[in-house]
C-alpha cells in the first residue's frame, strides 16, 4: 500500500498562472481532504469530500476549485495563482473520526 | 465556531515525562485528536478521545475531560525522536458534519540531553 501520495511535491509559480495538484489514496477511504499549512500555523482545511462526486468548502476555499471524480483521487485547482497562495499544501484521508492519513505534502511557492 | 489553545513551547529532557496541554471552545464536540509532525514532514496521527478518560498508546497516552472542555497528550520516557510540533484538533463528526477537524497551532517539543 503506497498509503496517500501527492504530486508534484514541489513547485514555483508565478502569479495568475495555473496549476492542479493531485492526490491518491489506495486505502478505499471515503472521505478526502485538502489542507494548507502556514509557517508556525495549524492546518487549515481548505475543501473536502466525502464520497466520489461530492465536494464541499472548507475553512479558507476562496482561490481554489477542487474534483472528485474517483474515489481514490482528490484534485486541488488554483485558478489564478497569488503570493498569499505560497503554501506547504497537504493531502488526507480517512474512514475514522479523528484520524487522517496525510501525504508528505506539496511546497508551493508562487512568485 | 471553533478555537483551540496550547502552548507554542515545551522543553524536557531525555528520559523525562512531559504534558501538552490543549483547551478548546466548539460549538459541537465529537472528539479531540492528537498529531505529530517533524520538521519537513506530513502530521501523523497519535491518538483519539471521543469520550472522557485516558487512552493509552505505548509511551503516549492522551486524556481527555469533556465537562472542562480539556485535554492533554502525555508523553513518557522522552527521546530526542520525539522532538516535533504536537497538535490537537476537534471534531470528528461522522453522521453528517464531512467528519472535518479544527486543528491547534500546534506546541513546539524540544527534547535535550
Known amino acids: 500500500n503506497a498509503g496517500v501520495t501527492q504530486t508534484p511535491k514541489f513547485r514555483v509559480l508565478k502569479t495568475g498562472q495555473s496549476m492542479t495538484l493531485l492526490c491518491a489514496q489506495d486505502m478505499n477511504h471515503e472521505y478526502m481532504y485538502w489542507y494548507r499549512q502556514d509557517p508556525g500555523m495549524g492546518l487549515r482545511l481548505i475543501h473536502y469530500s466525502v464520497g466520489e462526486g461530492t465536494t464541499a468548502k472548507g475553512e479558507v476555499p476562496d482561490g481554489y476549485n477542487v474534483s472528485r471524480l474517483k474515489k481514490q483521487n482528490f484534485l486541488l485547482g488554483l485558478e489564478s495563482a497569488a503570493p498569499s497562495q505560497t503554501s506547504v499544501y497537504f493531502c488526507?484521508?480517512?474512514?475514522?473520526?479523528?484520524?487522517?492519513?496525510f501525504g508528505p505534502g506539496t511546497r508551493l511557492t508562487v512568485l | 465556531g471553533q478555537s483551540l489553545e496550547q502552548p507554542s513551547e515545551v522543553t524536557a529532557v531525555e528520559g523525562a515525562i512531559v504534558q501538552i496541554n490543549c483547551t478548546y471552545q466548539?460549538?459541537?464536540?465529537?472528539?479531540l485528536s492528537w498529531y505529530q509532525q517533524h520538521d519537513g514532514g506530513a502530521p501523523t496521527f497519535l491518538s483519539y478521545?471521543?469520550?472522557?478518560g485516558l487512552e493509552e498508546t505505548g509511551r503516549f497516552s492522551s486524556f481527555l475531560s469533556r465537562s472542562d472542555s480539556y485535554g492533554y497528550l502525555l508523553l513518557q520516557e522522552l527521546q530526542m525522536k520525539d522532538s516535533a510540533s504536537y497538535f490537537c484538533a476537534v471534531g470528528g463528526d461522522l453522521t453528517g458534519g464531512g467528519n472535518k477537524l479544527t486543528f491547534g497551532t500546534g506546541t513546539q517539543l524540544k527534547v535535550e540531553l
Open positions: 466548539t460549538s459541537g464536540f465529537y472528539g
Open positions: 488526507a484521508s480517512t474512514t475514522s473520526p479523528g484520524g487522517r492519513f
Open positions: 478521545n471521543g469520550l472522557d
